[in-house]
């Protein structure tokens, strides 16, 4: 064999290249012993399976080679009618055997990619067959319409012979063929044609073609047949239904010439007819099985997108579409631990469900793949309407499915589209779609959400920080404010909190709860934390070179990461001795919940911290879940109050007493342990006065300054 096989798979040493040549000379031989006998072909069966075994080949090359290409098997059709392979039964044999028995033979079994080519390889060797034999049939409808323009031409002398010529096509024809007046009335039919409609002879003789033709025929069939009565086209070919004696369809292709007389006018018409039911059938089999879902019957992606794009082709200017993409919760745990085929069966119970809830005019249910699938609502009348199928959908999940004794809940995730068609794409939907399904996860499952032009302009601008924020730190777009904290029995700056702040140049001036979050789901927290650290520090080395005694120790946040980042001792070693600032002027501040967590974890660092002089703090203290047993273990020096605490102690005309009493107890407790005690978010000389009478040691808030640059915090040092 000189085909692909021994290209492919050189000295036919490899078990997968001897698979392959073995494959391809068991389905020749396969092939063969299906079609003998279903066409005349001048060939004994070794030739025959010589011949397919050279088609086997180029229709394994073809499934088997990358980049995939159908071409290879468009020829395989048009080669097997050149070999006279034309029989009725001939394609479908061909294509039943591909689909049930190359790829066992190729050993291939199982690969759904595979499958996939096999349907493609499929349908192109059955529209090349379909090509080469209608031209084979044009070829011989040509040949007969010649002979009957012969017949006119012909001297008086030839005119006997050429009719009983005609005669002899006419009758003995394997197409069907028809004579009519002009008027469409039928003046002879050949038996094949009787056969074809199912009607004899005679009764044809008293119909007019027109109460043969189909009444869903296109417009332009019509069309062609009045140009040709009234004589401006000889001739026209169409494929189209007529109708049987037995009101069933059959599917044609009509080529119908006229005949003029020696004057020139049309005279007659002659129809030449030939029955491609069996075709039709087959493209449109292969059609449904290329746009349906082969598991849940459900239509695919191509027949949802299809449909998608014709909701958008239209001129009515007030068109409405509305989509719901929705994807199941927890599917695949279920898929992973009870297996991929009680999971196919959830799949077909759930496709089930949604198709038996979503129904009406312009509505389309179709299985996008693996979990997930989108409902179409074409000529949406609002928002609520399909709001309303979503809805619906959810309750048709609530009850439990029953797969082989096991007894599976099952909830969904609905992402919600809908708007005019008019200033948008499919591809917008289809976009927003998905972004909105994410919402719904995001959101706690088992819901649905509408998408909201608004929250997904706030998504975009988080991504776009957080993939501008690496190169932000390289280009400096970073700084730092600072606010002070001041002791409330004389007012004294006792030390100052470091804010990282970000000067972007889109979005302008940015507070860290823009870009914190970002920067610890993303990692930079840790390169970001060490920057502000190292700021903070050479701004208070300034300080005291310029205050002395006076100068108030720096107060740096540490995010949960920077707390666990095993350098963080090293860090905070190295750039102390680079700014040359005493340990003691530095205060590292941690949230209640980051330093609780440390229960199971090792402290060194946090003590290393503190026994090199470094303050420990614990920011927004009463918001978490503290270890009050554990927090006297920890090397912790002050306690800095939430400021949610404060609302209670804002107003000037009483104190609400549950703030009051919560704050006291933190008070009490924080001195107990020997720790100092800050509150945060005071506004008001009430509640200062409120604090300090508590026994609280400093405040921080906006009443004593708001948070801003190192000059304008100076002068209150003072």
């Not at 129809?271 to 879902?293: G, W």
């Not at 993409?325 to 898929?335: A, M």
């Not at 932000?472 to 990282?500: H, N, T, W």
């Amino acid at each position: 064999m000189t085909g692909w096989t021994k290209q492919r798979v050189p000295g036919m040493r490899s078990a997968v290249g001897d698979e392959v040549v073995a494959g391809v000379e068991a389905f020749a031989e396969s092939w063969a012993t299906a079609i003998i006998g279903t066409s005349y072909v001048p060939m004994t069966k070794a030739e025959v399976v010589d011949h397919l075994r050279g088609l086997t080949d180029l229709l394994v090359g073809a499934l088997l080679t990358e980049p995939f290409r159908t071409a290879a098997a468009h020829e395989v059709g048009i080669r097997l009618v050149e070999a006279h392979f034309t029989g009725t039964e001939t394609l479908d044999r061909t294509i039943q055997l591909m689909g049930d028995e190359l790829l066992g033979e190729l050993r291939r079994d199982g690969d759904p990619v595979l499958y996939s080519r096999i349907a493609a390889l499929q349908g192109a060797l059955a529209a090349g067959y379909a090509q080469s034999l209608r031209e084979r049939t044009l070829d011989e409808q040509e040949a007969i319409r010649e002979a009957v323009l012969d017949a006119r031409d012909h001297a008086e002398a030839a005119l006997r012979a050429s009719e009983a010529r005609f005669r002899a096509v006419f009758a003995e024809a394997a197409i069907g063929m028809g004579i009519s007046d002009t008027d469409g009335n039928v003046l002879e039919v050949n038996q094949s044609l009787q056969d074809m409609l199912g009607y004899p002879a005679s009764e044809l003789r008293q119909r007019n073609l027109r109460s043969l033709m189909h009444e869903d025929d296109v417009a332009s069939v019509w069309e062609f047949y009045e140009e040709l009565v009234r004589g401006e086209r000889d001739h026209f070919r169409v494929e189209k239904r007529f109708k049987r004696r037995d009101n069933q369809s059959v599917w044609t292709h009509l080529t119908i010439s006229l005949v003029r007389d020696d004057d020139g006018r049309p005279a007659y018409q002659v129809a030449m007819v030939e029955d491609v039911t069996d075709r039709h059938l087959l493209q449109n089999r292969l059609r449904y099985q290329a746009l349906h879902d082969p598991l849940t019957g459900l239509p695919n992606r191509a027949l949802f997108l299809e449909r998608l794009g014709k909701a958008f082709d239209t001129s009515v200017v007030s068109a409405r579409v509305g989509l719901c993409y929705l994807d199941l919760d927890g599917f695949k745990v279920i898929n992973d631990s009870l297996g991929h085929d009680i999971g196919d069966q959830l799949l077909v119970a759930v496709a089930r469900r949604l198709d038996e809830s979503v129904s009406g005019d312009g509505m389309l249910v179709a299985r996008m793949g693996g979990d997930e699938f989108v409902i179409l609502m074409e000529g949406s009348t609002g928002t609520q309407s399909i709001v309303d199928v979503a809805d619906r959908v959810l309750t048709s999940l609530t009850g439990p499915v029953r797969i082989d004794g096991h007894e599976l809940s099952v909830s969904a995730s609905i992402g919600i589209v809908e708007r005019a068609i008019e200033g948008t794409t499919s591809a917008d939907v289809m976009r927003d779609a998905d972004i909105t399904l994410y919402w719904a996860k995001a959101d706690g499952k088992s819901r649905w959400a509408l998408y909201d032009p608004e929250r997904n302009a706030r998504e975009v601008a988080r991504f776009t920080l957080s993939a501008t924020m690496p190169a932000a730190l390289e280009r400096d777009e970073f700084y730092v404010d600072y606010q002070p904290l001041v002791r409330l029995e004389d007012s004294k700056i006792l030390g100052v909190e470091a804010l990282v702040r970000w000067q972007h140049p889109e979005f302008g001036r940015l507070a860290p709860d823009r870009f914190i979050e970002l920067a610890e789901e993303t990692g930079l927290i840790v390169p970001l934390g060490r920057w502000v650290l190292r700021k903070a520090c050479q701004q208070a080395r300034r300080w005291l070179d310029a205050f002395g005694d006076a100068t108030p120790f720096v107060s740096v946040n540490l995010a949960v990461r920077q707390s666990r980042d095993p350098a963080l001792v090293a860090d905070v070693r190295q750039i102390l001795a680079e700014a040359a600032l005493p340990p003691h002027l530095l205060q590292l501040e941690l949230t209640e919940s980051a330093i609780m967590g440390t229960a199971d974890e090792p402290l060194e660092a946090l003590r290393a911290l503190s026994d090199m002089g470094v303050r420990i703090a614990i920011d927004d203290f009463g918001t978490g879940y503290s270890n009050l047993a554990y927090l006297r273990h920890l090397p912790v020096h002050e306690l800095k109050i939430a400021g949610s605490f404060m609302e209670g102690l804002r107003a000037a005309d009483g104190a609400d007493p549950v703030d009051a009493q919560i704050v006291s107890t933190l008070v009490s407790l924080a001195h107990a342990l020997g720790l100092t005690v800050t509150a945060e978010g005071v506004e008001t000389p009430a509640q200062a006065e409120r604090l300090r009478r508590i026994g609280c040691d400093a405040g921080q808030g906006w009443l004593f300054a708001r948070p801003g640059p190192p000059d304008h915090i100076e002068p209150l040092f003072s």
